[in-house]
């Protein structure tokens, strides 16, 4: 059964500094976001049995089953990025094509295209942590949900990873696989979060089978079949020196 997440003791939208975001539409009109918060969806796919196997296929490689089904991670204000490169502290890190949710400033809400870069060594201590120490990085490019809302689950949704210059696909599906915008959009009115300079991280797509993710480049792409519109995402991952001391 689905279940919404619970609403934190406290909130970090007052607390934390703002990053700036800013998102072109199809119109060309352009909007400027100023970020209070950051919500990664986690095990957010539509069909609940499927997320259930999915935490038991975790649990065998040490990542601690979420208390609740769908899970709700805050995430640090600045994480959310428009960048073409993301440093790493080591090679286990890997991303997600997701979709983002963007509350801008005059209340619009608006669809862009996003990978959750995340921590695999620090996942298997608190899902929590991993999405904390690497970015959510967001196209730069997005379509107000309205526009979109009738043809929703159609939107396709893929990734590919870059070893050695060669591109390789590692997720392909449509968001008919993950719970809605309507979903959550009602869970952050619940919360009191549907607010401007909110963004909400969908919750990824299964990944294929045998294809190495720690790569050395992500490319995420939302796509429209209707219109042939697509909206896409791309970095570097680049390594960080090794630390002195």
């Given at each position: 059964?689905?279940?919404?997440?619970?609403?934190?003791?406290?909130k970090s939208a007052a607390q934390s500094a703002p990053s700036s975001l800013t998102f072109e539409l199809p119109d060309g009109s352009l909007h400027h976001v100023e970020v209070v918060q950051v919500l990664n969806a986690g095990y957010a796919g539509?069909?609940?049995?499927?997320?259930?196997?999915?935490v038991a296929e975790l649990a065998e490689l040490g990542v601690p089953?979420?208390?609740?089904?769908?899970?709700?991670?805050?995430?640090?204000?600045?994480?959310?990025?428009?960048t073409g490169r993301v440093r790493v502290q080591h090679a286990r890190t890997s991303g997600e094509a997701e979709w983002a949710l963007v509350v801008a400033a005059d209340g619009e809400l608006l669809l862009t295209a996003a990978c959750d870069h995340t921590d695999r060594e620090?996942?298997?201590?608190?899902?929590?942590?991993s999405k904390n120490a690497a970015p959510d990085v967001l196209a730069t490019r997005a379509w107000r949900l309205s526009d979109v809302a009738p043809r929703l689950d159609d939107l396709t949704?893929?990734?590919?990873?870059?070893?050695?210059?060669?591109?390789?696909?590692?997720?392909?599906?449509?968001l008919a696989e993950l719970l809605p915008p309507a979903y959550w959009v009602e869970v952050l009115r619940e919360r009191g979060d549907l607010v401007p300079g909110t963004v909400l991280?969908?919750?990824?797509?299964?990944?294929?089978?045998?294809?190495?993710?720690?790569?050395?480049?992500?490319?995420?792409?939302?796509?429209d079949p209707a219109t042939g519109r697509t909206i896409e995402c791309s970095y570097d991952v680049v390594p960080l020196p090794e630390p002195i001391g």
């Open positions: 059964m689905t279940t919404k997440p619970s609403q934190p003791a406290e539509r069909s609940q049995e499927d997320v259930a196997a999915h089953a979420p208390s609740v089904t769908p899970a709700l991670y805050p995430v640090a204000p600045y994480l959310a990025q428009q620090l996942e298997v201590h608190g899902v929590a942590w949704l893929r990734a590919w990873v870059t070893h050695d210059g060669e591109e390789t696909e590692v997720q392909n599906g449509t991280i969908s919750g990824t797509i299964p990944m294929a089978e045998g294809v190495d993710q720690f790569a050395g480049r992500w490319r995420v792409e939302l796509g």
